[in-house]
């Protein structure tokens, strides 16, 4: 079992607030979630636990595990592509932050049937933050959602219709280790799949995001010239996946074998111009071999111009040089409780293995030595200003102050 | 970098074109026009105000939107405001152009950074698309509505073919009620569906006689409808179509629905020729149901084939009755001619072959028998013809009535006493032959059914247009048989020992009603009075002879 150096609490306008995560690669699912669990309640009176794990794990008993150590404290969670803790990525395990003390409460909702009711959807879980609280001025809402469920901007709209823009959100897909299969997605004691679980979270102290990706645009843009939610069936007037592979020269592999073409699209997703300077990046999760269609995550909308994007190291770095101190900025300076990161599965793929713990240790720092708790998702949410939110192979920060 | 501008602006249009020709009505083009205007722009705020009214909103809690703030934003293009919980936000207005109608404004507003010109421009581009779509969309609702108003009616009149052909080949009248009462429920779906008859045994009163959907306990219930109330009654009186939407709520309508929550309800009258006879009711228990125009006119097209299938159905059920009628009059006819000349057969060749075996006496009283059974047959024979003549045209004219009662008459005094009281003196405009022949078989039948000792009496009284000849005799109806019954063919008392088929009322009725005249009878204490009312062309009474 491995956790960070005790922490202080820390004393703020009367109230006491703590954060802590805790991590297993114990292959028992139910010694894992409670070996996580226990790692990650360094102090009394809980507030919110969130878990974030490989669904290699029998989860209903790795979620009684955590049950052992949290009881009925509201809780959250999801499956994974490789979890992230202070000490660095992981696969195949689990990670717990838990979050406690008088200067916090917190709610959690489920909305399930997520793929025939996306915007319902969000609306139902955004009721989670609809009071206020005079005395925790601070709030944020944690949605981790089913990535495979349909376009996930239509989920924040339906949140959005509820939260309106006084509420910033912050949150992920789930994953599955690039299977495409199935996600899960974890409310107090149930597992559940094709859903969002949402915490509406109130705080004495600030909350601060950051959202950068890090991926440049490639050659000249192409015109979406027939596309349906989240499919695209042309670029040019030309079939959509033979476009893509033949501007990227992609490997025979790809162009035949699923998983392959998923691998290879990890590190090569579209960008949609927006108003921003960055574009917004749309994760390519599968093609359709016989249709010649592309398959995103969001959705891509037709009559618009969308760029072949890349990455490499520096560039993904860099983001998240950007993202952090974005997050932290509205601290004022202050160090924060720790930081909670939802980091795309393909900037994984740009970084490797040895950059992906480097990305994880330049986080640890700019935290201060203040715990890093979060994993590797299929898209991130992330709206502290407009009216979107979705992001594709980005890395969101939330900064707990 | 304008090139960029220029291509993102174009780009952003064309998406924003796309978004909103996907939504379905006005209300959805509206709301999705906002949502995609702000996204694009990155506003946290959007709204749609039409006359000082939020129609649309984005970005604030439900019922929270700031009318007074977004109206004083709407006033100019660009302004800054301070927006609860946002802080200072820029916010950017443009004209929603609206046909023949005051413009609508769209309203932005973001925390970050004031509008630029090439945004304002992209904007106003966007305000011309969402003008559009919203024509778009209103027109197409329109045609929407108008196709499926035609789509409706195009299957209510495919159900009403089926109906009305699963009518056309029923015959009894129960079936052809039945397939009606089916038939509507099918027409118009989740209703029930009631007949119901004007009742000759209560006056005023309509009676259920075919039903769909309900129980046997729940029709006993609504078994009778006094005419005028619930809309089944209505629609008897007022002879249309009567609707009751909301029917709970409604006055003088049916307690037993009332309690039950029917929703509404819809009665037309039924007709017979030119008669109504009674009214077919449907009603439905689905919270809010109402009829929509199509369905009552499908109903209504029902109610009319419905009426003719009535027709149809007595037409052919009062043809089937005649059939049976006739088949059993020539069947008894048949037998009853064959009596008396099977007799008068077995008599004649007795007497042909074996003339020496009989004696003078036998010889005489076979030929007596004989005779009478020939007489006999041809009073059957006479009646027989009378009956037929009934159908045929009669000869009319004008005769004093003294003069056909006494041809009447004549001729059967040797059989009995028969008293002439007050016979008018006025004069008949009719067949005489007809009327004597009516008088004939009552006096015939006066004479075989009272005692032979006591006396007949004819009299006639005159006045309010007709004149009225009584043949009574001491006797008793028969109380077995109804009066239409006596009148009808082959219908004789139980205790009937007179000889005869029973066919001498029944002609006598038919001739009455060929003279356009009425025959009855009743029971006066201890006498049997048949009476045969004829119309008077003129009156002109001199004095009356005893």
């Known amino acids: 079992m491995e956790s960070v150096q005790p922490k202080t609490p820390i004393v703020r306008g009367g109230g006491e607030r703590w954060l802590g995560v805790g991590r297993s690669l114990l292959p028992d699912s139910r010694a894992a979630g409670a070996e996580a669990a226990s790692g990650a309640l360094d102090g009394d009176d809980p507030k919110l ?23 009925g404290t509201p809780l959250i969670g999801c499956s994974s592509s490789g979890e992230i803790a202070s000490s660095g990525p992981q696969d195949s395990g689990v990670v717990v932050l838990v979050l406690g003390g008088h ?63 006084a509420v910033p959100l912050v949150g992920g897909c789930a994953g599955d280790d690039l299977r495409m299969r199935q996600t899960a997605q974890l409310c107090d004691d149930e597992v559940h799949t094709d859903a969002v679980v949402a915490a509406g979270l109130w705080s004495t102290g600030p909350f601060g995001v950051g959202v950068h990706h890090g991926w440049r645009q490639v050659g000249e843009p192409m015109l ?60 390519i999760g599968e093609a359709d071999f016989e249709a010649r269609t592309l398959g995103c995550i969001a959705a891509v909308p037709q009559g618009g111009l969308a760029w072949l994007m890349e990455g490499d190291e520096q560039s993904v770095l860099e983001a998240t040089d950007a993202a952090c101190a974005d997050a932290l900025r509205p601290l004022d300076g202050r160090p924060p409780l720790g930081l909670v990161a939802f980091d795309c599965i393909a900037r994984r793929g740009v970084l490797g293995g040895e950059g992906i713990r480097t990305e994880i240790a330049r986080l640890a720092a700019l935290a201060s030595g203040t715990p890093v708790a979060g994993f590797y998702t299929y898209g991130e949410i992330a709206r502290t200003s407009g009216a979107g939110g979705f992001h594709n192979q980005t890395l969101v920060v939330l900064a707990v102050g | ?31 999705a026009g906002v949502e995609r205007a702000a996204e694009t722009m990155e506003a946290e705020i959007g709204a749609a105000l039409i006359q000082g009214l939020v129609e ?8 929270r939107e700031p009318t007074n703030l977004l109206n004083w934003a709407a006033a100019v293009a660009r302004a800054e405001m301070e927006v609860p919980e946002l802080g ?19 309203v932005l507003g973001r925390s970050s950074t004031p509008f630029s010109a090439v945004e304002m421009g992209l904007l106003r581009n966007m305000a011309r698309v969402l003008a559009l779509a919203l024509r778009s969309a209103r027109t197409l609702a329109g045609d929407r509505l108008l196709l499926a108003s035609m789509q409706e009616r195009k299957e209510l009149l495919e159900r009403l073919t089926r109906t009305v052909r699963s009518i056309s080949h029923r015959a009894p009248l129960e079936d052809v009620f039945d397939a009606i009462c089916a038939g509507a429920c099918e027409l118009v779906g989740n209703s029930v569906a009631l007949i119901r008859r004007l009742d000759e045994g209560r006056p005023g009163m309509l009676r259920v006689v075919s039903s769909h959907g309900f129980s046997d306990e729940e029709l006993q219930e609504v078994e009778w409808l006094e005419l005028g109330q619930g809309a089944g009654g209505r629609a008897f009186t007022e002879e249309r179509m009567v609707v009751i939407d909301g029917y709970s709520g409604k006055p003088g309508v049916v307690d037993h629905f009332q309690k039950r929550d029917l929703q509404c309800a819809l009665a037309l009258p039924v007709y017979e020729g030119d008669r109504v006879v009674g009214t077919l009711t449907i009603g439905s228990y689905e919270p809010g149901r109402t009829y929509s125009p199509a369905e009552q006119d499908a109903m209504a097209a029902l109610a009319e084939h419905a009426s003719l299938a009535l027709s149809d159905a007595r037409l052919l059920q009062q043809m089937r009755e005649a059939q049976a009628a006739k088949d059993l009059f020539l069947a008894m006819v048949s037998h009853e001619l064959k009596t008396p000349l099977t007799v008068m057969m077995g008599m004649l060749r007795t007497l042909e072959t074996r003339d020496e075996d009989v004696s003078p006496e036998e010889r005489q009283a076979m030929l007596s028998a004989a005779y009478r059974r020939g007489q006999e047959l041809l009073g059957l024979i006479d009646r027989l013809l009378q009956g037929a003549k009934g159908e045929l045209a009669s000869a009319v004219s004008t005769a004093p009535l003294t003069e056909v009662v006494h041809d009447a008459l004549d001729g059967l005094h040797h059989l009995r006493r028969v008293a002439r009281r007050r016979i008018p003196e006025v004069a008949v405009t009719t067949d005489p032959q007809a009327v004597r022949a009516v008088l004939g078989v009552l006096i015939e039948n006066a004479l075989a059914h009272s005692p032979p000792d006591t006396p007949i009496e004819v009299s006639g009284d005159a006045g309010g247009g007709e004149v009225v000849l009584s043949v009574r005799n001491q006797g008793l109806l028969p109380t077995e048989l109804s009066v239409t019954e006596l009148f009808s063919p082959f219908r004789r008392g139980a205790d009937a020992t007179s000889p005869g088929v029973g066919l001498g009322l029944y002609i006598a009725a038919r001739l009455t009603a060929s003279m356009e005249a009425s025959l009855d009878c009743v029971q006066e204490g201890d006498q049997v009075c048949f009476r045969l009312r004829l119309p008077l062309a003129e009156a002109r009474q001199t004095s009356t002879s005893a």
Do not use: K
């Open chain 2, 1 to 31: 970098m304008e090139t960029r501008i220029g291509l993102w602006a174009t780009q952003q249009l064309a998406e924003f074109l796309a978004a909103l020709f996907e939504a379905e009505d006005e209300t959805a083009v509206l709301r």
């Open chain 1, 224 to 283: 979406v010239t027939a596309s349906s939610g989240t499919t695209v069936a042309t670029l040019d007037d030309q079939p959509a996946l033979d476009v893509y592979l033949d501007r990227l020269d992609a490997p025979e592999v790809a162009r035949t074998d699923a998983e392959s073409f998923t691998r290879f699209a990890l590190t090569h997703p579209l960008g949609l111009r927006r108003r921003a300077e960055e574009p917004d990046i749309r994760f």
């Open chain 2, 88 to 106: 200072l936000c820029f916010t950017a207005t443009v004209d929603i152009e609206r046909h023949d109608e005051p413009p609508g404004r769209l």
């Open chain 1, 103 to 165: 200067g916090f409460a917190a709610r959690t909702a489920v909305a399930t049937g997520l793929s025939a009711r996306l915007r319902q959807a969000g609306q139902e879980v955004a009721g989670v933050l609809e009071r206020e609280d005079p005395e925790r001025p601070h709030r944020v809402l944690l949605l981790l959602t089913d990535g495979l469920a349909g376009d996930q901007q239509e989920v924040l709209r339906g949140v959005y219709d509820i939260a309106g823009f």
């Open chain 2, 56 to 63: 649309v909103s984005r970005g604030f809690r439900p019922g």
């Open chain 1, 49 to 71: 636990v969130v878990v974030f794990c490989s669904d290699d794990h029998e989860l209903p008993e790795l979620l009684a595990g955590v049950r052992e150590h949290t009881g």
